[in-house]
């Protein structure tokens, strides 16, 4: 595939790819800013965590919108995609809790990455190509009652 078409391309082969560059992006980002803020900040291990892994959620979420799905990200998007990651999690969880059992502790999150990150794909490409997260959540106008008027 040439370079223009992994770019701009909307077909599916080239999305897929692109997922797995965003989510390779994120990864080494969350890596990053965990040994920065370990090392460098030096912030204890489970908060360098949350705080890496926060920050490299929001750059996944703004790279997978324009890059990977060529989308304007929005209010429902980010939920279906925090959604969507949250079921990854439970999946992966689960799955780990099986595979142990099966290929040991150190080999269980292979088979659980080989089945969650293609699920995950599916999932967050419908966050953000689903017409039902195309639009923005707009507040319902709050109605007074008229004896607070």
């Known amino acids: 595939m040439d370079k223009d078409k992994f770019l701009k391309s909307n077909d599916k082969r080239a999305e897929a ?6 989510g390779g992006f994120a990864t080494v980002l969350q890596y990053g800013m965990y ?19 926060a920050i490299s959620f ?6 997978s919108s ?7 990200p929005n209010t429902k998007k980010g939920l279906a995609f925090t959604l969507s990651h949250l079921i990854n999690m439970g999946m992966q969880t689960g799955l780990v809790a099986i595979f ?8 269980a ?11 995950n794909f599916f999932l967050v490409r419908y966050a953000f190509t689903a017409k039902i997260f ?12 008229k004896k607070f008027k």
Do not use: W
């Open 58 to 63: 929001v750059a996944n979420f703004f790279l």
């Open 17 to 22: 790819l692109r997922f797995v560059a965003v």
């Open 100 to 107: 142990k059992g099966i290929v040991g502790p150190t080999l």
């Open 109 to 119: 999150l292979l088979p659980a990455l080989a089945i969650c990150v293609p699920v």
């Open 134 to 145: 195309q639009g923005s959540i707009k507040p319902k106008k709050m109605l007074l009652n």
């Open 66 to 72: 324009y890059f990977t799905f060529r989308s304007n």
């Open 35 to 53: 040994v920065v803020f370990v090392h460098a900040v030096g912030t204890t291990a489970v908060v360098s965590t949350m705080i890496s892994y």
